[in-house]
């Protein structure tokens, strides 16, 4: 705490001044932001503000490695691209409308109706089952008619078309339905903003995979010795005469109890083995090989934390940190679909492309020497706004400074092949 106490007395607190008040955006001083090779997207973010400055000329440290972060929005059915194409028909039949009246501005009321649209969309889809079922029928037809069949005809009672040849039919003309309707209400990925931080203090990738032990059991392991081809025939039988001579044992037992007293003394007889076969284990001092082995039993997904300390120079600097904390809470939410449904459904948050990259030739490219990374989610946005452990601000207000934790999940398992590809 001295150096908040020195920091106090020497006028900090709410009347702390930027360190370098001067400094401008990058896109102010040049009128706009370098892509490095980044296609889509609107704003781009960046701390330190002149991170992507390659030349010490200008007093600015150079940053040669850095690590870039892409909100994403998912590709795939879409209800909002119906409402926005509806609006949109609306809005141009309102100003025909209005043209047409000798009206001048305006727009059309009405907004978009979901449940109108969900009933067309329901009403092609039964069109298209109803077109697979035909096709279904003609399939039966020819196929019959190869085979010097006949085939009831339509709407008779009958044998008519199996179930196979129905599937066929069925599948084969919703199919080909849903590939001709579905592009009206399919979206595209879509990059929407970017930001670029330098390199965090820890970068961890753990691939973990889940193993877990089950017996296999005398029969078990003789099957699995006599597949692999481990050691002969004599030696796998050995092996496993231990473990079964319990088995035996125990249908020897209700074998015997069968034939003493019947159905009754089988009963007693497998009743009493749990007690009989303990008992011999203790005065034995042995028990049977389970013969357990590791089996896999799948993969997870990597997970990634990052943690990134954030004090701005300037008042520049401090919007630019704003709008990348900004980014993040924003984009791990959720929205509303909206419309008439109005707050009865979520859409997804947006996903984050992550990539380190490093300085080429005046740009950033992908860094080789550190692992790719799929699309993740982001699971977690934690900021304090006063990570010294008490509340300092700027002239303005402004934190001095920020702690920023983001922790994503990656949405794809990686696999052998993955990793071959620089995953």
Not at 277 to 302: D, H, K, M, V
Not at 359 to 372: A, Q, T, V
């Amino acid at each position: 705490m001295a150096w908040a106490d020195d920091f106090l007395n020497k006028g900090g607190g709410v009347s702390g001044s930027y360190a370098h008040p001067d400094i401008k955006s990058k896109s102010e001083k040049s009128g706009g932001v370098r892509s490095h090779g980044i296609e889509g997207g609107g704003a781009c973010w960046r701390y330190p503000i002149y991170i992507d400055n390659f030349t010490d000329d200008n007093n600015m440290p150079v940053v040669k490695e850095v690590i870039h972060f892409t909100a994403v929005k998912q590709g795939g059915f879409s209800l909002q691209k119906p409402a926005d194409d509806q609006s949109q028909a609306a809005a141009r039949e309102a100003q025909t409308d209005n043209v047409s009246r000798g009206k001048s501005g305006g727009g059309g009321g009405g907004g978009f109706d979901l449940f109108g649209a969900i009933k067309n969309f329901a009403a092609k889809v039964v069109g298209g089952v109803e077109a697979g079922l035909d096709t279904a029928s003609a399939l039966v037809g020819q196929d019959a008619a190869l085979k010097g069949e006949k085939v009831q005809p339509k709407g008779e009672m009958g044998a008519g078309p199996t179930v196979e040849s129905q599937n066929k039919g069925l599948i084969g003309g919703t199919v080909g339905f849903l590939a001709d309707n579905l592009a009206s209400i399919r979206s595209p990925a879509k990059n929407l903003e970017h930001c670029f931080l330098y390199m965090p203090s820890s970068i961890t990738s753990t691939d973990g995979a889940s193993w877990g032990a089950e017996a296999l059991g005398a029969v078990g392991n003789l099957l699995k010795e006599g597949i692999r081809g481990q050691g002969t025939v004599d030696e796998m039988l050995k092996n496993a005469m231990g473990g079964l001579a319990a088995d035996v044992g125990k249908v020897v037992a209700v074998g015997a109890g069968a034939y003493a007293a019947g159905a009754a003394g089988a009963i007693g007889a497998a009743a009493m083995l749990g007690g009989v076969g303990n008992g011999l284990r203790a005065a034995g001092r042995f028990t049977s090989n389970p013969y357990e082995e590791q089996l896999f039993n799948g993969i997870g997904f990597r997970e990634f934390s990052f943690d990134f300390a954030l004090s701005p120079a300037s008042e520049a600097e401090g919007e630019q940190i704003w709008e990348i904390i900004r980014m993040f809470r924003q984009h791990s939410r959720p929205g509303f679909v909206g419309g008439k449904l109005r707050e009865g459904l979520y859409t997804f948050p947006n996903e984050f492309a992550i990539s380190f990259m490093k300085e080429s030739g005046g740009s950033y490219i992908h860094n080789e020497h550190l692992p790719k990374i799929h699309n993740c989610v982001c699971t977690n946005v934690a900021t304090n706004f006063a990570p010294e452990g008490f509340w300092v601000a700027l002239t303005d207000g402004r934190p001095v400074s920020y702690n920023l934790s983001l922790s994503f999940t990656e949405t794809v398992k990686l696999t052998q092949d993955h990793i071959k590809d620089g995953y």
